[in-house]
């Protein structure tokens, strides 16, 4: 079964009464019991991200997950581009509108922040708790000491913040960026990960930080967890080498650099 992303609305009178009547003649016997085993099989997506609904990375990645089994998809994300915001909320609660991203999936576009998006979504908008939260695809990497300035990485911050799991994904710079790369590896992530999502089985002390080069042949070498680099510098944004044979990346820019797609546990607070 495949749910497809939706907008929220509020319910109406008529939806409201008709609830209630169903409850008071016991709702439907064993059709609602199916209904029930149904849904604990769905898997609720949040999708945002910080380049805003009107992102190119964002759309490849709903146009991904709702190719999934069995998956609800939420989009709601900033209305502009919020890059380099980190996980900052705005002093006045955000307000929120009907849009669709540009390949015409429904959204809510957020007047404010990738946190305050991510805020809005789980007070405003879902009527259940996400099981995981998807940040992306970003365009550009966000790798080592700047992940914390990052408001991809920012969003799914937060979301760990509140209690749920959450990844964020980041494509390497590039013209054009190969966002199919890193949609491909996030689909794989929530796959591995979908049972233990399901039942509340992931930690939230930390956020899957995930990032993908663009290489020239399209391929990148392979997935490989490792740390954040403390230091950085301007060789982050170096060119990847996918052609290299450095089989023992150090960090994530080390393993981005020789054409991994890398994958690391950011904490949800910055250290002191």
């Known amino acids: 079964m495949r749910v497809r992303a939706r907008a929220w609305k509020p319910l109406t009178a008529a939806v409201l009464v008709g609830a209630v009547a169903l409850a008071a003649c016991g709702g439907g016997g064993d059709d609602d019991d199916a209904s029930d085993d149904a849904d604990a099989n769905v898997l609720r997506i949040l999708v945002t991200n910080d ?9 490849a990645l709903v146009t991904g997950l709702e190719t999934l089994p069995d998956v609800e998809v939420t989009v709601v994300a900033p209305a502009e581009d919020r890059s380099g915001t980190g996980d900052t909320i705005s002093d006045t609660p955000p307000t929120g509108s009907e849009t669709t991203l540009i390949g015409g999936h429904s ?3 957020v007047a404010g922040f990738p946190a305050d998006s991510v805020l809005y979504a789980l007070d405003e908008v879902l009527d259940q708790r996400p099981h995981v939260v998807v940040s ?7 790798l080592g000491p700047v992940v914390f300035a990052s408001g991809t990485v920012g969003a799914a911050r937060t979301a760990a913040g509140r209690g749920v799991p959450a990844l964020a994904v980041s494509q390497g710079l590039a013209d054009p960026p190969n966002y199919a790369a890193a949609v491909d590896l996030a689909l794989n992530w929530v796959t591995d990960h979908r049972k233990d999502l399901l ?11 995930m990032n993908v080069p663009t290489c020239p042949t399209g391929e990148v070498r392979g ?3 490792v740390p954040s680099a403390i230091d950085g510098g301007e060789r982050m944004f170096n060119p990847p080498d996918c052609a290299s044979t450095e089989n023992h990346p150090t960090d994530d820019i080390d393993g981005f650099l020789n054409g991994y797609a890398t994958l690391a546990n950011v904490p949800i607070d910055p250290p002191t």
């Open 51 to 59: 380049d805003g609904v009107t992102g190119e990375g964002i759309d």
């Open 107 to 109: 959204a809510i576009a």
């Open 199 to 209: 039942v509340g089985d992931v930690q939230t002390e930390t956020i899957a930080n």
């Open 223 to 225: 997935l490989v967890d």
């Open 136 to 142: 992306g695809v970003n365009k550009g990497q966000n």
